[in-house]
């Protein structure tokens, strides 16, 4: 068997005078194409077209931003929902996109590519300021989840938001472990008023579940910190560079200490794991969608004005606080998350008002007549409140643009709607007389 296929092989070797091509040439195959390019001046075309790309390449280095006419940016919200003032709407709609840090992966895209979305997760999201946060990253073309358990949030809050695909609302405790693929998380899930911190007090374990989530899937991690860290302060305006001075057993205590203790943890994994993080400081802020009875100083006058109760003043209304539109804060936390500094930074509004001051406001918008009423003050309130935003100014470019009394009257028409419902208020009698 074998021998006979040695000779099969005999038999079919060539013979000596048959045709048989020659062997190719090693250089043939770089040679011919380089002559045909030269014989059809295919050449010349080769070398024009990496010239231009040259030139594209270096003269617009990355994508510019989109330019989409203002009202596409705030078209996904509804007029009736959307409570940024109009200047503050044309000054924010193109929010820093640049400044990314060389991590992050939606950093610098080359012409011609259309820039992906952020995947975003904001905790807390249905609640006051979260919900007018994942507005304006909705509005920006991000993808956003919203991890909250409703402890104060509401779902009206972000119902707008239902049927659009790069929304998403999961009912969750960030007490409990999550993992989700995101770029960025916005950490804002946090009982925030007095009556509710002091039920439920969850601001530690929920922060370290946030920071693990971050570290794992490598991405950008945002604190809601609080002007409470100062405590009691005894420097005036508060620095960051204040270290404060907080009670730690008092009954503010669990959200003083609650979130001084994130601060640390939050500076802890980036330092010790390399987490990127950001940290605002954020003071007192109002706006549309607070919670109506959460013991908040302007809820709690806007709320007591428009049903005709007097205006509860704590101790003697001396003590000052500074309130913030809401959409300045949004912006300042955006500007944050996009820059390249951990901070902590104060984002706050600098104006003063005592608490009587606050009081004569409310009364100016709502009711002259509003009576005021004073209680004894609660245990370990602050006597002063007011930010240095100098930092925030100098390295976010930011600072806020809405007064209290452009800001107040946005709220109010919102607090109107959710405690009459439908009728305007003094219109029961109109409507019950028009029904008879
Ligand atoms: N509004 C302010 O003046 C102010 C000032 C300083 C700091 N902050 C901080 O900003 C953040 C947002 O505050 P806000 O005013 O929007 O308060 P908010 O109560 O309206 O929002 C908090 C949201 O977090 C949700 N939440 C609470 N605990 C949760 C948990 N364990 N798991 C999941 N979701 C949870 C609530 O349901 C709510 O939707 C908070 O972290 C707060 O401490 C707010």
New binding site residues.
């Given amino acids: 068997m074998g021998s006979e296929l040695i000779y099969r092989r005999h038999e079919s070797q060539p013979v000596s005078d048959s045709y048989s091509p020659k062997p190719d040439k090693p250089w043939a195959s770089v040679v011919r194409p380089i002559r045909y390019m030269l014989r059809e001046q295919r050449l010349v075309f080769v070398l024009v077209g990496i010239a231009i790309a040259t030139l594209v390449f270096t003269v617009f280095p990355t994508s510019p931003a989109p330019r989409v006419p203002r009202h596409q940016f705030i078209d996904p919200i509804p007029d009736s929902i959307s409570y940024f003032p109009v200047d503050a709407q044309n000054k924010f709609s193109h929010p820093h996109r640049v400044g990314l840090g060389s991590s992050n992966p939606a950093g610098k895209i080359p012409l011609g590519l259309k820039r992906k979305g952020l995947r975003i997760v904001v905790?807390?999201?249905?609640?006051?300021?979260?919900s007018h946060l994942v507005d304006r990253l909705i509005a920006r073309g991000d993808s956003v989840i919203v991890?909250?358990?409703?402890?104060?949030?509401r779902k009206e809050n972000v119902m707008h938001h239902f049927g659009n695909p790069n929304f998403e609302l999961i009912r969750?405790?960030?007490?409990e472990p999550l993992l989700l693929e995101v770029d960025q998380i916005y950490h804002?899930?946090?009982?925030?008023?007095p009556v509710?911190y002091k039920f439920?007090p969850?601001n530690v374990v929920?922060t370290l579940n946030m920071l693990g989530l971050a570290k794992r899937v490598g991405a950008r991690f945002l604190l809601?910190?609080?002007?409470?860290v100062y405590g009691d302060p005894l420097q005036h305006p508060q620095k960051e560079t204040y270290w404060g001075n907080v009670n730690p057993i008092g009954v503010r205590s669990c959200?003083d200490e609650g979130?001084r203790t994130a601060e640390t943890l939050t500076m802890d994994y980036h330092r010790g794991a390399g987490v990127e993080v950001r940290i605002a400081r954020?003071?007192?802020?109002?706006g549309p969608r607070?919670?109506i009875d959460?013991g908040?100083v302007v809820s709690n006058f806007v709320a007591q004005a428009l049903r005709k109760e007097p205006l509860t003043v704590y101790g003697d209304g001396k003590q000052t606080r500074s309130f913030q539109y809401v959409s300045d804060l949004v912006e300042g936390l955006m500007r944050l998350m996009e820059g390249e500094h951990v901070g902590p930074f104060n984002l706050g509004n600098p104006g003063e008002f005592t608490m009587l001051e606050l009081a004569e406001v409310v009364q100016e918008t709502i009711d002259p007549n509003a009576k005021i009423e004073f209680r004894p003050n609660t245990e370990d309130d602050p006597h002063k409140r007011k930010p240095d935003i100098s930092r925030a100014k100098e390295q976010l470019g930011w600072e806020p643009k809405v007064s209290l009394r452009k800001g107040l009257p946005l709220m109010v028409s919102d607090f109107r709607q959710r405690i009459f419902g439908d009728h305007k208020e003094g219109s029961n009698t109109n409507n019950g007389e028009s029904s008879s």
């Fill in positions: 905790t807390g999201g249905a609640g006051f300021v979260g991890v909250d358990n409703f402890f104060t949030g969750h405790d960030v007490v804002l899930a946090c009982p925030a008023s509710h439920n969850t929920g809601t910190s609080t002007s409470e959200y979130k954020i003071f007192n802020t109002y607070m919670c959460d908040r």
